[in-house]
């Protein structure tokens, strides 16, 4: 089924930017791309998979204002400025909606996804979209000069030979025009945790299968064991959260949505869970 997409003289002018800078061999079809989020989070008052059930469209943070990087995404933001260098500014008159949306490459084979710094669940696309999918090294946040396409993919050696903390080793993805649930989607892969919940009724009412992972759980005794990683406080905040002594995405989950914690609080403690409590 074709893309209908009418600002599609924006992505082809954007790829070709891309393309024009990038080099090396082609990436190997096997791998996927995955799109992290928390599967338990509002999108203007709505939960995630259902507004994502409702709509059938995986959105940009320019359209729903929802992020679990930076909150930059707006005219003259550090998002959009990034995003004009990249791109050659051929989004920079595009209206939200028109942008990519952000993955990583899963060069690791990662059961949890390439990028879980930015959330315990994930969408794995169908290696179809990896087409009209740009990527950089490091983040977009550093102001990489290193990109790649499909086609010209010199990024995987250059972080092969890099050296950096788990929860940053990754090659940014930038999907290219509108991603479908129901056409480019393999599956949503969520954390055991969310069995028998709302969130996993949700996530069957996506138009795509439902896997799972091996789950993300770390006690307060090994949190305890990494205060330099964050920060003392962010420890001191997930023991306090913590349920019998154990964090995982249910009870970040349930922090957040009780608006009693400051949302950039809890997301230092998910990067202690994320990066110390992986399943794989």
């Known amino acids: 089924m074709p893309h209908a997409d009418p600002y599609g003289a924006a992505v082809a002018r954007a790829l070709r930017h891309v393309a024009a800078v990038s080099s ?43 992020s679990n990087g930076g909150l930059t995404a707006y005219p003259g933001g550090d998002r959009w400025r990034w995003e004009s260098r990249i791109f050659g500014g051929a989004y920079d008159e595009a209206p939200p909606h028109a942008r990519p949306v952000y993955g990583a490459l899963n060069v690791r084979g990662r059961t949890v996804g390439a990028a879980p710094r930015f959330g315990s669940a994930h969408l794995r696309l169908r290696p179809a979209t990896l087409a009209r999918t740009t990527f950089c090294y490091p983040d977009s946040v550093f102001d990489p000069t290193d990109f790649g396409t499909a086609t010209a993919m010199s ?4 972080a092969a030979a890099d050296r950096r903390d788990a929860l940053d080793d990754y090659i940014e993805a930038q999907v290219h025009g509108p991603v479908l649930l129901a056409d480019d989607v393999e599956a949503v892969v969520l ?3 969310y069995r028998g919940t709302d969130v996993a009724a949700a996530a069957r009412e996506l138009p795509c299968p439902v896997e799972w992972h091996g789950g993300f759980r770390l006690t307060v005794a090994e949190l305890r064991r990494h205060p330099e990683y964050r920060g003392p406080e962010y420890v001191g905040l997930g023991a306090a959260i913590a349920v019998d002594g154990v964090l995982d995405p249910r009870v970040l989950g349930d922090a957040a949505r009780s608006g009693r914690y400051d949302p950039q609080d809890l997301k230092r403690v998910w990067h202690h869970v994320a990066r110390f409590g992986a399943p794989d």
């Open 24 to 66: 090396g061999p082609p990436l190997d079809p096997a791998l996927r791309v995955t799109l992290a989020f928390h599967p338990d989070r509002p999108v203007r008052g709505v939960p995630v998979l259902r507004a994502l059930a409702t709509d059938g469209v995986y959105r940009s943070q320019f359209v729903t204002g929802v």
């Open 155 to 158: 990024l995987l050696a250059l």
């Open 191 to 193: 954390d055991p945790c």
